[in-house]
């Protein structure tokens, strides 16, 4: 195998198509699909991630060595590294619990389990199968997406999918929105990057979840159009006509589309709930009308509407 493949950054925001893009683009010639190196199921994510926000806010030239470590890893294949350490600190991590993880994080207590887990996790590494192409898919990586590019992503998606049918599905899934540090950092951010004020931590759960997913995704935007080379990617353009759509996606991306990819589509454009990627395609694009009762809309809306016009933002509204 190549020692660095080539590789693909996908970037977008929780429930926003990523996983189904992700996963399709990940069977085109000769590439591999990373699923959110960075994300909660990493043992090595939550060490790298200790000191930082869950979606990190970094400048494209700040120094964190453990999670360039982290990037390194999933942009040269992404696989566990498969040595003792690693299969100690998967096994601990997966009966850490959620309590666990909050307390290492913000009162820096550690448990045994913690420490085991901290001290066991390893990066992610090269793939030894014959890989030309590493597909990386991230949904906290949005205040921190130059950062993440320069090491090592040789060409740059964003999926950006309507606010509504993002926060319909949170929603839905009974996701409780960010409060805390996280969600201050969200509000400082809004302040200082576009002027806006957003819903304090005491506001609504549906408000919450208005402020954090438009500003994942007016981040992610603001980053794109400063950044041509960058691939725009609409979920609800592949939706309207995946077949025509992915196959030019993929070869923007530097992909090479192929019949393992065309079944993965077609076998995806199913009826499915959940978790699970298969959807039928072209009833996802306006879900969010059915999904949302009139007041939610006008509650959202009054959210993301605050964000700057400039980006063409509120026509997506409409």
Same mark, same amino acid.
């Given at each position: 195998?190549?020692? #660095?493949?080539?590789?693909?950054?996908?970037? %977008?925001?929780?429930?926003?198509?990523?996983?189904w /893009?992700?996963? /399709?683009? %990940?069977?085109?010639?000769g590439?591999?699909?990373?699923?959110?190196?960075?994300?909660?199921?990493e043992?090595?994510?939550?060490?790298?991630? @200790?000191?930082?926000? #869950? #979606?990190?806010?970094?400048?494209?030239?700040?120094?964190?060595? $453990?999670?360039?470590?982290?990037?390194? %890893?999933?942009?040269?294949? %992404?696989?566990?590294?498969?040595?003792?350490?690693? #299969?100690?600190?998967?096994?601990?991590?997966?009966? =850490?619990?959620?309590?666990?993880?909050? &307390?290492?994080? +913000?009162?820096?207590v550690?448990?045994?389990?913690?420490?085991?887990?901290?001290?066991?996790?390893?990066?992610?590494?090269g793939?030894?199968a014959?890989?030309?192409?590493?597909?990386?898919?991230?949904?906290?990586?949005?205040?921190?997406?130059?950062?993440?590019?320069?090491?090592?992503?040789?060409?740059?998606? /964003?999926?950006?999918?309507?606010?509504?049918?993002?926060?319909?599905?949170?929603?839905?899934?009974?996701?409780?929105?960010? +409060?805390?540090?996280?969600?201050?950092?969200?509000?400082? &951010?809004?302040?200082?990057?576009? +002027?806006?004020?957003?819903?304090?931590?005491? !506001?609504?759960?549906?408000?919450?979840?208005?402020? =954090?997913?438009?500003?994942? !995704?007016?981040?992610?935007?603001?980053?794109?159009?400063?950044?041509?080379?960058?691939?725009?990617?609409?979920?609800?353009? @592949?939706?309207?006509?995946?077949?025509?759509?992915? $196959?030019?996606?993929?070869?923007?991306?530097?992909?090479?589309?192929?019949?393992?990819?065309?079944?993965?589509?077609?076998?995806?454009?199913?009826?499915?709930?959940?978790?699970?990627?298969n959807?039928?395609?072209?009833?996802?694009?306006?879900?969010?009308?059915?999904?949302?009762?009139?007041?939610?809309?006008?509650?959202?809306?009054?959210?993301?509407?605050?964000?700057?016009?400039?980006?063409?933002?509120?026509?997506?509204?409409?």
């Amino acid at each position: 195998m190549a020692t #660095h493949p080539h590789a693909v950054l996908l970037l %977008g925001v929780p429930r926003g198509g990523t996983t189904w /893009v992700g996963t /399709v683009l %990940g069977t085109t010639a000769g590439a591999r699909y990373v699923h959110e190196p960075d994300g909660t199921h990493e043992p090595f994510a939550f060490a790298a991630k @200790l000191d930082l926000l #869950h #979606h990190p806010m970094l400048e494209p030239d700040d120094r964190c060595e $453990p999670y360039e470590r982290l990037w390194r %890893g999933a942009f040269a294949g %992404g696989v566990p590294s498969g040595s003792i350490a690693d #299969h100690i600190a998967r096994r601990v991590f997966k009966r =850490m619990t959620g309590d666990d993880k909050m &307390r290492a994080r +913000q009162d820096g207590v550690r448990t045994v389990r913690t420490r085991i887990a901290l001290a066991t996790a390893q990066p992610l590494r090269g793939d030894d199968a014959a890989i030309r192409h590493a597909v990386v898919k991230t949904v906290n990586g949005a205040f921190a997406a130059e950062w993440i590019a320069r090491r090592g992503a040789d060409h740059v998606g /964003v999926i950006s999918r309507h606010p509504l049918n993002v926060v319909a599905s949170w929603r839905d899934f009974g996701w409780n929105p960010p +409060q805390g540090v996280m969600y201050a950092a969200i509000r400082d &951010r809004a302040r200082q990057a576009w +002027q806006i004020d957003l819903p304090t931590a005491d !506001a609504s759960a549906l408000q919450r979840a208005a402020a =954090m997913a438009t500003a994942l !995704a007016f981040e992610l935007e603001t980053v794109r159009r400063q950044n041509p080379e960058w691939i725009a990617i609409s979920h609800e353009d @592949l939706c309207s006509d995946p077949g025509d759509r992915f $196959p030019k996606i993929a070869s923007a991306l530097g992909l090479e589309w192929n019949d393992t990819a065309t079944t993965k589509l077609a076998e995806s454009n199913r009826p499915g709930s959940g978790y699970a990627t298969n959807r039928v395609a072209a009833n996802e694009v306006d879900r969010w009308r059915e999904r949302l009762a009139p007041a939610e809309i006008d509650e959202i809306v009054d959210v993301a509407a605050r964000f700057p016009a400039d980006l063409g933002w509120l026509e997506r509204l409409a």
